[in-house]
């Protein structure tokens, strides 16, 4: 099956410094990912959707000044906290469709980002 | 808009009992179900998908259903093992969401040995 790597796979950061997080298809070519956040015990949220080559499209109630994203290859998505607070701590997990008639999706390992 | 929903959200069961896993979703015009595998601190693991003109989908011990007409379907889970534990999310792609995933609130399922 197709993978998709996340880098890394945790992080802590001080309150007030951004956090970079890499998603990348490293089999197969992706126009569009997917960005999550899980808080424990429930389920995943969509943040955005990234695409490739052009502006990303954020969810309602998502700070995009916040949760810059930049897909600026086939392969390779990037989630950059900025200003990070305790509240952003979560876990952030990336997806990447197979296009075709099934649409699966994949999904990264996810990274774990403590704000202290 | 689509809201996707799991039944029971908990269940613990005996190692060797079969089990069945429930999802409904309001809006039926969907591409497709998938049902994915979560391990605690980890990503998800694709397990079935489901096209929307399909009725079922089979692998190793597992079998998905979808009745897309009733906004219903079932991960059957057979002969449940400790390695099983785990939670279980099932997700759909509307026709009205774009490429958009839709997942339900998720069953942890724990199976004792």
């Known amino acids: 099956g197709a993978v998709v790597s996340q880098h890394p796979s945790r992080v802590i950061c001080k309150s007030g410094t951004s956090v970079k997080i890499e998603c990348r298809s490293l089999?197969?070519?992706?126009?569009?990912m997917f960005w999550y956040r899980q808080f424990p015990k429930q389920s995943l949220m969509l943040m955005a959707t990234?695409?490739?080559?052009?502006?990303?499209?954020?969810e309602q109630g998502v700070e995009k000044d916040k949760f810059l994203i930049n897909h600026a290859s086939l392969t390779l998505s990037t989630l950059t906290v900025t200003s990070a607070h305790p509240e952003d701590s979560s876990f952030y997990i990336c997806?990447?469709?197979?296009?075709?008639?099934?649409?699966?999706?994949?999904f990264g390992p996810g990274t774990r980002l403590t704000v202290t | 808009k689509q809201e996707v929903t799991q039944i029971p959200a908990a269940l613990s069961v005996p190692e060797g009992e079969n089990l069945v896993l429930n999802c409904s979703f309001t809006?039926?015009?969907?591409?497709?179900l998938q049902w994915f595998r979560q391990d605690p601190g980890k990503g998800l693991t694709s397990l079935l998908l489901?096209?929307?003109?399909?009725r079922e989908q089979t692998s190793g011990r597992l079998n998905a259903s979808l009745d897309k007409s009733s906004g219903r379907s079932t991960l059957y889970i057979a002969a449940s093992q400790p390695g099983d534990s785990a939670t279980y999310l099932c997700?759909?792609?509307?026709?009205?969401?774009?490429?958009?995933?839709?997942f339900g609130t998720g069953t942890r399922l724990a199976v004792r040995p």
């Open positions: 089999d197969f070519q992706a126009t569009t």
């Open positions: 990234s695409n490739e080559g052009s502006k990303a499209t954020y």
């Open positions: 489901i096209q929307s003109s399909q």
């Open positions: 997700a759909v792609i509307g026709k009205s969401s774009g490429d958009k995933l839709t």
């Open positions: 997806s990447a469709p197979l296009t075709g008639a099934l649409y699966e999706q994949y």
């Open positions: 809006d039926s015009a969907i591409y497709n």
